[in-house]
DNA sequence: TCTGGGGTCCTAGGACCC
DNA sequence: TCTGGGGTCCTAGGACCC
C-alpha cells in the first residue's frame, strides 16, 4: 500500500529557469499580481532571506543589491509547464490525482510488491527534468500526509536524490521526530498554537496523541491527520477529479479605484471569465456574489468592505444573465469615498447544464438561456478575444502593474524562444 | 507609493418539519 | 409555576491548502 507525491521544486521561479539557463544557480524570485508579493523564491533566493509572500516593495533593495533577478508572474507559462509535467505522470503512474499547479499524488497500490519504488521515483524525476526541465522532488510512503512528511525531509536534509520513501515504521518515526508539528499538513497557524501550547511540539508528538480526544478538543480533520501520520489511510486518492464547487474571479488593483463607472466594467470583465470558466466546467450556477474592499494595510484611510449575492430565478451559464445579476448585486455595497483596492465575483450553488430545472411561468421549449449563442462566443475567443460583451472594459482586464513579465515561451507564437 | 488568487472542507446555528 | 424531542437542510464563517 503505497503512495507518491511529486513536487516541483520552486515552481515558478523553476519555470522562469528553464527559459533562462544563464539564471542557473542565480536567485530568482517571482511575484504576484502588481508585482505585489513574493510568491515563489528559487533555493538562491531564500538563503538571501526573501520570505515567502514578503511585500516587494521592502524586500526589493536589498535583493536586487545581492544580485537578485525578479520576475512578474506569468501564468500562461506555469500552466503550460504544468500540464507537461503531469501529463507525463498520467503515462508512467498507474493513477495520478493532480492535487495543484505543482504537485501531484501517485496511486502505486496496484505495483507488484517487489517492484523496487525507490528506483521508480528516480526514474520519474529524472524523465521529468529531462523532458520538460523541471526539478522535482518524490516523496514515497502509505498515506498523503506522510508523503508531505517525506518531502519536508528532502528538502530540510537536503537529499541529493530529491527522493525519499519512508518504508519501515524506524524510518517514518524519524522523520516525524525531525518534522516541527506546524510544517503537518492541515496543521495551521491557529492549530500549531493551540498544539505548542499542549507540549506537542514535533510531528510525532502529534501521532502519539489520542485520535479521539483530539477530535473532541479539535476537529476531525485533525482526527484523520493523526491517523494518516500513523500510517492509517484516510484521504484516498481522487482519480477522477470531481466537479468544482464555486468559481472565483477577483484581482487587486495596480490603481485604486472610487467610482462606479470605473468598477462596474471590471466587475463585467471578471464575470465574462468566470462564466467561460462554469461553462468549460459543463455546470450552471444559481447564484453571483460580488465583493469589493478597500486596503486593509492603509489605516490612513477609511475602510469599506461590501458582500452581496444575486440568486437567480433558475440555473444559468449565459454570461448575459450572470452580468445582470452581479450588476445588481454591486449597486448596495458599492459606496463613494472609498478607494477600492480589490474586487470580485464569486459563482456558486452549481448544476449540471444537462440538467433543466423547469420554471412554472416559462415555457419549457423557450429557454433563456441561449447556449448555443455562448457556444459560439466561446469557439470564437478560444484562440484569441474576438467578442465582448458591452459592459466591460476591453482595454483594461483590471487596472495592474506588472513590470516584468517574461515571455509566454510555450504559448504565444509571437513570444517563442529564439535560437541564435 | 507599493501587501496575490483560487480553492476545499467542516461546523454551528437557524429555519423548518412532524 | 409549568412550555418536547428528534430530525433535515441550508448557509455563513472559520481554518486550511497551494
Avoid at 199 to 221: E, W
Avoid at 222 to 251: A, F, P, Y
Wanted: glycine share 4%.
Amino acid at each position: 500500500m503505497t503512495l507518491a507525491l511529486v513536487d516541483c521544486d520552486s515552481f515558478y521561479a523553476s519555470c522562469e529557469r528553464i527559459f533562462r539557463p544563464d539564471l542557473k544557480n542565480k536567485p530568482i524570485v517571482v511575484l504576484s499580481n502588481n508585482d505585489g508579493c513574493v510568491i515563489a523564491r528559487s533555493k538562491e533566493a531564500k538563503v538571501l532571506g526573501v520570505g515567502m509572500g514578503a511585500p516587494w516593495f521592502k524586500v526589493k533593495e536589498n535583493y536586487i543589491k545581492n544580485g537578485g533577478y525578479v520576475f512578474s508572474s506569468n501564468f500562461p507559462l506555469y500552466g503550460d509547464m504544468s500540464s507537461r509535467v503531469m501529463n507525463i505522470l498520467k503515462i508512467v503512474s498507474p493513477g495520478v490525482e493532480i492535487y495543484s499547479i505543482d504537485e501531484a499524488f501517485l496511486n502505486l497500490d496496484t505495483l507488484d510488491k517487489n517492484f523496487n519504488l525507490y528506483k521508480f521515483g528516480c526514474y520519474v524525476k529524472g524523465v521529468i527534468k529531462q523532458w520538460t526541465g523541471v526539478p522535482v522532488r518524490v516523496g514515497i510512503a502509505p498515506t498523503k500526509t506522510l508523503t508531505k512528511i517525506a518531502i519536508y525531509q528532502v528538502k530540510k536534509m537536503e537529499i541529493a536524490t530529491k527522493v525519499l520513501q519512508l518504508n519501515t515504521q524506524e524510518e517514518i518515526t524519524k522523520a516525524l521526530s525531525l518534522t516541527p508539528v506546524h510544517e503537518v499538513w492541515g496543521v495551521g497557524r491557529r492549530l500549531n498554537q493551540h498544539l505548542q501550547n499542549m507540549g506537542i511540539m514535533t510531528a510525532l508528538d502529534l501521532a502519539k496523541t489520542d485520535p479521539y480526544y483530539m477530535r473532541q478538543k479539535f476537529s476531525i480533520v485533525l482526527e484523520r491527520t493523526i491517523r494518516e501520520l500513523c500510517g492509517e489511510r484516510c484521504c484516498d486518492i481522487e482519480n477522477d477529479r470531481t466537479s468544482k464547487q464555486q468559481i472565483i474571479v477577483s484581482r487587486s488593483f495596480g490603481q485604486r479605484v472610487d467610482d462606479l463607472e470605473t468598477l462596474q466594467p471590471f466587475i463585467s470583465n471578471f464575470v465574462v471569465r468566470a462564466s467561460e470558466k462554469l461553462r468549460h466546467e459543463k455546470q450552471k450556477c444559481s447564484q453571483v456574489s460580488v465583493f469589493v474592499r478597500t486596503s486593509p494595510f492603509n489605516d490612513k484611510k477609511p475602510q469599506h468592505q461590501g458582500f452581496n449575492s444575486f440568486q437567480f430565478y433558475c440555473p444559468t451559464n449565459d454570461t448575459r444573465d450572470i452580468l445582470n445579476g452581479a450588476k445588481i448585486a454591486l449597486k448596495p455595497i458599492f459606496k463613494s469615498n472609498y478607494s477600492y483596492a480589490k474586487a470580485g465575483i464569486l459563482l456558486s450553488s452549481f448544476s449540471n447544464e444537462d440538467m433543466q430545472q423547469a420554471v412554472l411561468f416559462q415555457d419549457p421549449d423557450m429557454p433563456k438561456n441561449n447556449s448555443y449563442l455562448m457556444k459560439y462566443i466561446d469557439a470564437m475567443n478560444d484562440y484569441q478575444t474576438q467578442i465582448y460583451f458591452a459592459s466591460q472594459n476591453t482595454s483594461h482586464y483590471s487596472p495592474v502593474r506588472q513590470n516584468m513579465v517574461s515571455p509566454r515561451y510555450t504559448t504565444s507564437w509571437n513570444e517563442l524562444p529564439l535560437v541564435n
